[in-house]
């Protein structure tokens, strides 16, 4: 198997983190899910630095976004399926 360019925790995910530096818009991700090993391709919509999160599918603002099988905020703003997923379109539900 090639190199992933991001990883996934658990198959509820929603996001998943970028592994490689200097990922382009376009890139045709692998996409690996460390629980079972299994794969699948992933569009990149934009730019995203590495340790940052992209969503694996569309989340709409208010919806719950899973990683490490865990809830770890909200999406305040829509995000696409391949898009960038921060702090300008997510946050915590502590406060």
């Not at 995910?13 to 970028?18: E, K, L, Q, R, S």
């Not at 299994?38 to 599918?57: E, N």
């Not at 919806?63 to 490490?68: H, Q, R, S």
């Amino acid at each position: 198997m090639s190199k992933p360019h991001l990883l996934v925790h658990e198959k509820k995910d929603t996001v998943g983190v970028v592994v490689v530096e200097g990922l382009k818009a376009g890139t045709d991700m692998l996409g690996v899910v460390t629980h079972d090993n299994s794969d699948f391709r992933l569009t990149a919509k934009m730019d995203i630095p590495i340790g940052h999160k992209v969503a694996l599918k569309d989340i709409k603002a208010g919806d719950t976004i899973w990683k490490y099988g865990q809830d770890i905020g909200k999406a305040v703003a829509d995000v696409k399926r391949g898009e960038h997923l921060h702090v300008h379109n997510a946050k915590t539900k502590r406060w």
